[in-house]
């Protein structure tokens, strides 16, 4: 069985945690591990490996963290734009032989039942290779209104259920057969793809265009024009809720979608009603007096809090957001005034992942910006010139071999080079150990987006 998983998504309900370019899959909540890590281990043993289906911004994190965990049996799809979760699942199953039995799961869910989760698994295979679409149904806990609900009876859907009010919610699990809808399906890819043909025609052609030729590379590009042609669609709408050949697994394994800090804080609580989140960091323990029932998210701030009770308090290098419990739903309206007001602030955090490496905003001020650039081994950044800014470069630890025009030159410890405006620029360490500099911009616009890449191994031109 080979283990689909969804990657895409850009996590803004977790917003300033998570951002598009950081997606709350790929940052790590739970002991030092991200979500993403979390699902490829959990299904290492039932799985022979794994097919990511990624954007191709994020699969220099996929690959990081997958080396983190020792896990390299795995082959990538990557989209240049997101078409939902059926064309996703559809050119994942036209990736692989028809006969092979996929488990898609998506990257960003927490399970806490590892041996209920495998049970679950078992029971949906068992269908799946009689040639059924399987889906699993979580039994809910409480009348949840962000989920779609599945009615059953045994293993036979009885109906779909869009997302419902809290009365509707609530006899849904007063009458004991509707499930949470998870978003993890079980079937052979062939049986799939022939009920996507049936019922989605448009979807099944155009993704048959867009498929490569050549499949047997651990990298599937799909090309931009034909992925834009590509009908956008869930899964539930252009075939679970029309086909006749699905099935439930109703489960019960500790399952969520970690769809909110309220969600979040429901897994993290502790004894003493207050939950502490560390990102990336060690911050010192918060003092709270007479506060109870607060989740705090940092990075390496002291946090005090006193006499407050039920606050959401998310605190990163560049932002801070603060919610009563049980509003961190309306975090999506947060985001949509950011986008319009700083943009910037919703794509990256200060602290930005790259595939070289990674950069932290120190200083961003009118006329001049301060970062700190941590290169990896054996890696480099793309051949490029700006137009708005000079560049000042001193190395703290490793050796800089730095491209200025068409001289090369070593930059080591305590040295320091400078870019003018306009020249052409390169950055690269050959070494075996990180590259730490720091740069200083200096110029009346220092955006990210003053950069014009003239060459670059990563193919972001």
Known sequence: MINII???????????????MLPKQFVRLFDGSSLFQKTVLRNAELCS??????NRDQYFLAVDQLDQINSHKNQFLLEPVGRNTAPAIALACMAVDENDLVFVTTSDHLVKNQAAYEAAVLDAKSLAEKGH??????KPTYPETGFGYIE???????????????????AYIEQGNYYWNSGMFCFQAGVFLDELKTYAPEIYQSCLSAIPNDLSSNELNIDMQAMQEIPDDSIDYAVMEKSQKVKVVP???GWSDL?????????????????VISVQGNPPEPICIDSTNNLMVTRDRQIALVDVDDLLIVDTSDAILISKKGSSQKVKNVVAEIKKLQPELAEVHRLAHRPWGTYEVLINTEGYKVKRIVVKPGSKLSLQKHFHRNEHW??????????????????????????????LHRLENQGKIDLVMIEVQVGEYTGEDDIVRVEDVYQRL
């Open 6 to 20: 969804l990657c895409g998504g850009s996590g803004t309900r977790l917003w300033p945690l998570s951002r598009i």
């Open 49 to 54: 490996h794994a097919m990511i289906v990624s």
């Open 133 to 138: 679409l399987v889906t699993f149904g979580i």
């Open 152 to 170: 059953s009876k045994g293993h036979d859907v009885l109906s779909f259920k869009e997302k419902p009010d809290v009365n509707t919610a609530q």
């Open 251 to 253: 489960c019960d394994m």
């Open 259 to 275: 769809g909110s800090f309220d969600a979040l804080f429901d897994e993290v609580k502790s004894e003493q009603d207050n939950a």
């Open 394 to 423: 001193i190395v703290v630890s490793g050796t800089a071999t730095v491209t200025v025009d068409n001289e090369t030159s070593l930059v080591r410890p305590n040295e320091s080079t400078y870019i003018k405006m306009g020249q």
